[in-house]
C-alpha cells in the first residue's frame, strides 16, 4: 500500500465579459491509497483503513485495478455514509475518489 498526498489545482475560464470563473472540476484528493494488484476484499479493507486517517472532508483517491471495485466502493460508501465523489478508469486502472463523511 502507498499513500501520498497531493497538491489541489484550479481550472479557471474567462467569462464573456472578462471576469474569470472557476470550472466545476472533480476534488483533488488528500491522500492516494494504492491498491492496483489487489483483488478483493484487500482494496475495500485497506480503503477502510486509510478513511480512518482521514479529517472529516478529507478526500481519499483509491487506485485499483480490481474490475470488482467499483460495485464494491459503491456498497462501501453507501452503507458507512461516507461520499463516493468519483470513478473513473484510465487504462487498466480505476480512480474512484471518496469524501470522509463520518
Known amino acids: 500500500m502507498v499513500a501520498t498526498n497531493r497538491v489541489a489545482a484550479t481550472a479557471t475560464r474567462t467569462a464573456s465579459k472578462g471576469d474569470v470563473v ?3 472540476t472533480v476534488p483533488v484528493a488528500d491522500q492516494v ?3 492496483r494488484g489487489l483483488a478483493c476484499p484487500l482494496p475495500v479493507v485497506k480503503t477502510a483503513q486509510a478513511i480512518k486517517d482521514l479529517a472529516l472532508g478529507q478526500v481519499l483517491e483509491l487506485l485499483a485495478t480490481d474490475p470488482g471495485v467499483e460495485p464494491d466502493m459503491r456498497a462501501w460508501t453507501s452503507r458507512t455514509h461516507n461520499e463516493l465523489l468519483d470513478v473513473s478508469k484510465q487504462a487498466d486502472v480505476f ?3 471518496i469524501r470522509r463523511a463520518r
Request: hydrophobic share 35%; net charge negative; aromatic share 0%.
Open 95 to 97: 480512480h474512484i475518489l
Open 22 to 24: 472557476p470550472e466545476p
Open 33 to 35: 491509497l494504492d491498491c
